[in-house]
């Protein structure tokens, strides 16, 4: 494996293996003029998506037709090649939720969703579900069918099954590429994984660099803060990814529905508030200005109110607000009509 693009910022040893550091690129000085937060395009939102909640309280109250979303989540029934320990609800572990219990959408339905979100001035869709999109042999027909409608997509993927013909392919699409990685070593990523690998996926993300994705604002390494990782993250993750111009997915995982064993190295709230203050007092090093507020759990995304600018539909037809918190508006399959209406 070749890491041209990585080589600045990966280290190899024997006892943890290949890792991604980047303490040796923070500044001792702080830099001026700060700059703002590069935002991942399609996902990350900035002030205008005041606008669309705006809009859609009128609509609440009557005032407005239909309501706007900028993007939705289609959840797919997809497995997954790994069993990680921290997985956000526990469906990479063969406990698929009932909600995510049905079949794959057929051609006709993408389309129908499809054309429900343009009518409703979206402008991409979300993939989620069960596990890894591309272990299901029908995701580049999905992702191309989805694509060839207009609407752009954001892809969460743990990227260990990709080629460089696969991302080449994905990178001239109008898609975001979100790549999974569990910590910043070797050693320690398979173990949270169950796989080995680390290797893969960062080869992935060299990929992923090579198309020059992370110059259109379009590449993101997401990964979750944990009690057991939290240095590593802004000492070695968030001064590599700001060097490399890849957007750093940086989550919060505060769990209080997995196993006693996770719980204990989920940050409490408290811990929480600390740890942004920390990222921002990094990044503000490395040249990027943003001020943490109460709530915040992802970096970038000051607090969540994507029920107010997007939704989420599920395998069995039931759509809800939020893939982290199951509430059902109804059910689309069910009932004639009922995007239509929503």
Known sequence: MKFKKLEQVLDEDP?????????RLIPFEEPKPLKKLPLLKHYFVDSSIQGIIDHNLRW???????PRFKFAYIMLPTGCNQRCMGCFTGKDKSRLPLELDGPFYSNETIDDITGFLKDHGAESVVYGGGGELFKWKGAFDYIERITDSGLGMVIFTNGSLLSKVDVEWLSQRDI???????????KQHNLATGISGFMDVIQTLEYALQTGMHEQNRLAVEIPVTNNNEKRIF???LPAMRYLGV???????????????????????????KFFDTIADVDRQL???????FGQRILAQPKCERSLYSFTIYPSGDVGPCPSHFLSYGNFLRMQNFLPSL
């Open 247 to 273: 957007i750093p997915f940086i989550e919060e995982f505060i769990q209080i529905t997995t196993s006693e064993e996770e719980k204990t190295v989920c940050h409490d709230f408290r811990q929480a508030r």
């Open 176 to 186: 975001s590429l979100i790549i999974s990685i569990r910590d910043t070593t070797e």
């Open 15 to 23: 006892v943890n293996g290949l890792s991604v550091t980047g303490y």
């Open 235 to 237: 000492l070695d993750f």
């Open 287 to 293: 040249g990027y200005n943003h001020e943490p507020v």
């Open 60 to 66: 609440a109250n009557g005032q407005e037709e239909k």
